[in-house]
Nanobody, 129 residues
Framework: QLQLVESGGGLVQSGGSLRLSCAAS????????IGWFRQAPGKEREGVSC????????YYADSVKGRFTISRDNAKNTVHLQMNSLKPEDTAVYYC??????????????????????WGQGTQVTVSS
């Protein structure tokens, strides 16, 4: 059974950093692209970042470019999202999701649709001003 578990969320001051982790079990992580999404209260879920199965291609939303970095360790079945220079508007529940069909050709489109088949339960990130 495919399972994704997020960790690393918390409360941080504006300008601070957090590192989120997405631990995968029940499937071979190297066969899947992993995306990070977030949803703030009263707002739609939005795609934040994504990395293809090989790690060769990445996607970042304009709002996080230059501040967030996605990486993966297939040997440890884990994907990380390093978040630096955090802003209050980054406050949201962050989710990781898996999709075996993403390539460097459709990564941006897939992230805009947020249509991934498998999701974790989310971790709360709160950035205080």
């Amino acid at each position: 059974q495919l399972q994704l578990v997020e960790s690393g969320g918390g409360l941080v001051q504006s300008g601070g950093s957090l590192r989120l982790s997405c631990a995968a079990s029940g499937f071979t992580l190297s066969d899947y692209a992993i995306g990070w999404f977030r949803q703030a209260p009263g707002k739609e879920r939005e795609g934040v970042s994504c990395i293809t199965s090989s790690g060769g291609s990445t996607y970042y939303a304009d709002s996080v470019k230059g501040r967030f970095t996605i990486s993966r360790d297939n040997a440890k079945n884990t994907v990380h999202l390093q978040m630096n220079s955090l802003k209050p508007e980054d406050t949201a529940v962050y989710y990781c999701a898996a999709d075996p069909r993403i390539t460097r050709f459709n990564i941006a489109t897939k992230m805009r649709t947020t249509n991934f088949p498998s999701w974790g339960q989310g971790t709360q990130v709160t950035v205080s001003s």
